[in-house]
């Protein structure tokens, strides 16, 4: 019989679609971040502020209560997570409790509880309140598929963004140099002039500080042509690395798409699979669908196209009398007319 610990990882960190309290779950958790981060926006409006703030911090009450129920029952069951048990329970809970979604889990609530202790800025109450909007991604294939993409392509994002920021230091310094005796006001500093350089080479240009020297709008032209490449260097990577992560998602489920159909049949237990798997990659219905008459398709012509390799050997190896099995050689004349004669003689 399965354990009350196993059931609550289950319902908490796996997310069945087959399981009914597990999806109820899921989207009672998720309606419920949900009403938080508009609890929050809703909070700032001073008409609302003023006349219903019992209701905003009794609804911040009974929130907090169930996020800290679902964090300790996450952190009681993530032993679930290791079934090897490489590790001591207490460890495997450690773990767990440095992981980013439950760091973020725990973030969330914290400054409700330390502010019954401390005295707290509430500005920064709803700043962090606000990163319950985090909370989503685990219900969320599409946010943690930006997640893992960010996580691939760090490095390749943090070289583009080096660039983008030694480019904009010499474009603040130089136009400093250049507009300071003509605008003291407007280029003050090369701190000041940064703002300058970040608006114009993001092609944002709000047109409040503009340079006014021959030298200075010769720089302008030069670092705006420039900064069009190296500005959407990152979008780049980004979209390059969402195209190859979709892509190893979709040759993952190819493949165990092919396992399935060696034998030709996808039975009960199969379907369940790759409908779990599905669901874990974000591949819609669809898209499996397609996968699925795709590779059956394929299989169907590879196994036609053995047929007729085998049929051609048959004809080749009769024309040269030989056996299309053993490549013997047969003469076919000899045993016919063999067993012609075994006839006569049996009547």
Not at 89 to 107: K, N, S, W
Not at 146 to 168: D, W, Y
Not at 284 to 305: F, V, Y
């Amino acid at each position: 019989m399965i354990s009350i610990r196993k059931r609550t990882y289950e319902i908490l960190d796996i997310g069945k679609k087959q399981d009914r309290l597990s999806r109820i779950i899921d989207i009672f958790l998720v309606v419920l971040i949900s009403l938080n981060v508009l609890s929050v926006i809703l909070e700032t409006l001073p008409s609302l502020s003023a006349t219903d703030r019992a209701y905003f911090k009794t609804f911040e009450t009974f929130s907090v209560v169930i996020f800290t129920i679902e964090y300790l029952a996450r952190v009681w069951s993530s032993i679930e997570s290791d079934p090897s048990n490489k590790h001591s329970p207490f460890m495997a809970r450690v773990r767990y409790m440095l992981t980013p979604m439950a760091l973020i889990d725990l973030v969330v609530i914290l400054p409700f509880y330390l502010s019954m202790f401390f005295t707290i800025d509430l500005r920064f109450m709803r700043v962090l309140r606000l990163l319950r909007v985090f909370k989503l991604t685990r219900y969320s294939s599409s946010m943690s598929l930006l997640l893992q993409v960010l996580h691939r392509e760090s490095k390749p994002i943090a070289a583009a963004l080096f660039v983008l920021f030694m480019l904009i230091i010499v474009a603040a310094s130089l136009t400093y140099f250049a507009e300071h005796d003509a605008q003291p006001e407007a280029f003050s500093s090369i701190p000041a002039a940064m703002w300058w350089a970040i608006v114009t080479m993001t092609t944002v240009g709000y047109g409040d500080v503009i340079p006014v020297t021959i030298f200075g709008k010769m720089l302008a032209a030069v670092i705006s042509i420039m900064s069009l490449g190296i500005v959407a260097l990152p979008a780049g990577i980004l979209a390059s690395g969402f195209n190859e992560a979709l892509s190893q998602r979709r040759r993952a489920y190819e493949k165990m798409v092919d396992q399935v159909l060696q034998d030709g049949y996808v039975d009960d237990y199969e379907h369940k699979a790759l409908n779990k798997m599905r669901e874990s990659l974000g591949i819609t219905a669809e898209e499996a669908a397609h996968i699925m008459h795709t590779n059956l398709s394929r299989k169907q012509e590879q196994a036609l196209d053995l047929d007729v390799q085998n049929l051609r050997r048959e004809i080749e190896a009769v024309k040269h009398d030989r056996c299309p099995h053993c490549h013997h050689t047969v003469h076919w004349l000899e045993r016919r007319k063999d067993r012609a004669s075994d006839l006569e003689k049996e009547e």
